[in-house]
């Protein structure tokens, strides 16, 4: 069903699927997370992820997505580049942060989550960028109520990454709806004011997704025509996780717990089964 603005709002039957797709994106970057060693290949990554993907009877989201169709299953960004990161010939160093991001279909249905991986022991201000972007983004979908509004979470994850000193929010590149298709209304804003933009329903799922920078927030994109670097050549960040609000509380699809031990942390509601 769709409401308003083109948004998708999904049945509990559409969300045990969406559950399923995340359930194969979040094993599918854990397999790649413990696999981004000194040595590996991006290309490498990526094949390890469309098997895993194949091999849990999914299809992946990214590959042919838009103009020019995006050729591999992942987005694997090392260091300054941003996000939309093409896998190839690259090999992983020590001290490297990487972000991959993955998405994974089942039954029509969608799951998008991403997370930077750091490569050995980069230095504490990687670290310290690493940190500051995931609770970003847990924040965000914290701030998630029924009834409230997508700027509540824009507004959490942007208030908490400027408490923090020297970061900044990439703002040309949002998290979004998710369901039948990867990129669906409404646009989830990394910065916003609170009680602003679409209502917050039961049904609809939308991805979280901070895209965070040591420097400078200006980016601009390769000649691949799809990889995002900053302009300053600054370290980025990017986590990113699909959830959804049941009348318990909030429901991390894309999480292999649903969220449950960050939310209690957080002292949320957990909505999941």
């Not at 290949?41 to 194949?54: C, F, K, Q, S, V």
């Not at 050995?120 to 009834?147: C, D, F, K, S, Y």
């Not at 959490?156 to 400027?162: G, L, M």
């Not at 390769?222 to 670097?229: F, M, P, Q, R, Y």
């Amino acid at each position: 069903m769709f409401r308003d603005r083109g948004v998708e709002i999904k049945t509990p039957e559409q969300i045990e699927r969406m559950r399923a797709a995340g359930l194969v994106v979040g094993r599918t970057l854990a397999l790649l997370a413990g696999a981004t060693v000194p040595g590996v290949t991006t290309g490498e990554l990526d094949r390890m992820a469309a098997e895993h993907i194949r091999d849990s009877g999914a299809l992946p989201s990214f590959l042919g997505y838009g103009h020019p169709p995006f050729p591999a299953t992942t987005c694997i960004s090392v260091n300054d580049q941003v996000v939309h990161g093409v896998p190839g010939d690259r090999v992983v160093r020590e001290g490297d942060i990487v972000s991959i991001d993955c998405g994974a279909i089942v039954d029509g249905w969608h799951g998008d989550s991403a997370l930077t991986v750091a490569v050995g022991e980069p230095p504490e201000p990687a670290r310290e960028l690493m940190r500051v972007t995931e609770e970003a983004m847990w924040r965000g979908i914290a701030a998630a109520t029924l009834g409230g509004h997508v700027g509540d979470i824009s507004h959490a994850v942007e208030t908490y990454v400027r408490d923090q000193s020297g970061f900044g929010i990439v703002e040309d590149y949002t998290g979004h709806g998710i369901g039948s298709a990867m990129h669906q209304p409404p646009n989830v804003p990394n910065v916003g004011r609170p009680g602003r933009g679409p209502k917050l329903v039961k049904g609809l799922a939308l991805a979280v997704e901070p895209m965070v920078c040591a420097g400078e927030p200006w980016t601009h994109t390769l000649e691949d025509e799809w990889t995002v670097a900053t302009d300053d050549g600054s370290l980025a960040a990017h986590f990113e996780h699909t959830f959804t609000l049941t009348a318990a509380g909030a429901w991390v699809l894309t999480a292999l717990d649903g969220g449950r031990a960050k939310l209690a942390e957080l002292g949320v509601p957990y909505g999941g089964e």
